[in-house]
């Protein structure tokens, strides 16, 4: 009873404030997507020229050629990664300078709506671009943690390569009938090669005798039979078992991966986009009405204190106020919007929790007629604003997510004073279909 | 997920007192791997990412096959694809190329024989 009342105060709440969404503090992945407000269901990025033109072709002319607005259609592009440049590792994770940052880092971005609704919720066409790029200042944590990273997967990988060259060798020897042949005769081999790519902490005889005698009794009773007509699937099998028993070790690929994803040092992100409507619907009749330019630093911590990550941002944005006032006149908009933010998030195991500000400063000129020697006087006026949000967030399983948020978000059009967040959310998550799920052999 | 791929009956002719230089050269961007080559005899080089090795003259290559393993990696999320050369003094022998979805750490074994001109 205590579930089944605590699913539906969470349904009922989702429900009760669900109307108004809640943008969290983050930079734009998309920019021209995040001006229309779009949430695309696919991301087009395509990784050559060849593949841009055939998206763009694909979904702007229809069948007869015409030019046409897609719906709900979002592209990324990114030129410096539509060919190889023979990048190393260490060199695509510490570029010589920061223009290589801005070079690789830039992307352009397009989406389209045939669905951007105007004040009176006619469905009309827009088309939006933007460009992002961001640098990177890492810091001297960062460096030491990836290269130590690295340095253990590669002595990982000179161990499994140079042993899987002999098992090779060994496989075919006449006198080897069965897996137990297969071990004892890779045995030295193994040993040797954990020595000579010091994946053993303690290079003591015993130390080193101990680990290998481990890791091959394990392997052992995983792998196989030996079929001498089938080789290579006892190798493979080999190469997997020896795989997944070295992985416990510190040296491992996923230790880089995350490395390589949660990096330390300071992050500048760069955004703009801008928008073109059709009000009309009409090819021929089209209005810029707002425009977006974004700043987002943030900063991750390292060493103990790497679960905190602060954020700021600024975003400048400004709007055709003819438009506004000719297509949504119930809505109060100034002729430039500057927001400012700062969020605070920290990640533990299964608990993070994220706190945010956000101000917004607004102002407009209006025409106020003109003086006594026909110079036009304008009238301003200004508008501030501040939003503040903490949100804690308790991953119960894998798949299942309780947040709950509270605090201040802007004044809405609709009841300016119910300004007050407290919103409890469960996420459950499905997940897609899998290679494995799918039978691609059908 | 792993993978290996095998490439078999590759072959470079070469004279008894010719030395062989190994090259491997990783085309596909911030990919990372140790390879080793196994030569006849007790001693087998290894190169770290991109670079070239002797491994030794047509005399001593013969007795047995030439087994090369690369152990590779590649986390970068603008990468779709893992491509690598092998060349034999400066001879394209092998070109190896799969996608990242489906392997991101594949295992490259090449097989080589070395006969007489």
Known sequence: MKILSLLLFTCFSSFLFAQEKLTKLSAPSSPASSLLGLQPSAVLTPKSYQALETAIFSNFFNGSGKVTVPNDFSLEFTPYWTKNHQLTLEEYLFPKSQWDHIKRNSSLSLASTQNFLLGDSAATNAISWGYRTSLFFANKNDKEKVLSSKNKLNKLQLATADIMGEAQRIVQLPEVKNAEDFVDRIKARVRQSFLNAGIVPDSSKATIDTFTETILSNVLNKLPALDKSKQDDFLDAFVATLDAELATNDASFEALKSSVKERSGLSIDFAYAGMISFPTNDFQYSIVPRQSFWITPSYRFSQKANFLKVMGVFRYEWYSLDYYKHYFPQNKVYQSNVDYGLSLSAHFAKFSCQFEVVGRSSQSFTNAGTDVDGNTLYKKEAGTDLQYIGTFNYRLTDQVVLSYSLGNRFDPIVNPTNTLVSLLTLNLGFGGPTKESLDLTK | ?117
């Open chain 2, 1 to 117: 997920m792993r993978k290996v791929y095998r490439y078999k009956n590759l072959s470079y002719t070469l004279a008894d007192d010719e030395i062989a230089n190994f090259s491997v050269q990783f085309i596909s961007d911030g990919t990372t791997g140790q390879t080793v080559i196994n030569v006849p005899g007790s001693t087998d080089p290894s190169i770290l990412d991109s670079g070239s090795t002797p491994i030794g003259n047509g005399a001593s290559l013969r007795s047995e096959d030439t087994i090369v393993v690369s152990d590779v990696a590649n986390i970068i999320p603008e990468e779709d694809e893992v491509r690598i050369r092998y060349f034999i003094n400066g001879q394209l022998v092998q070109e190896h190329c799969n996608q990242v979805s489906e392997s991101d750490r594949p295992m490259i074994i090449l097989t080589i024989q070395f006969p007489k001109p």
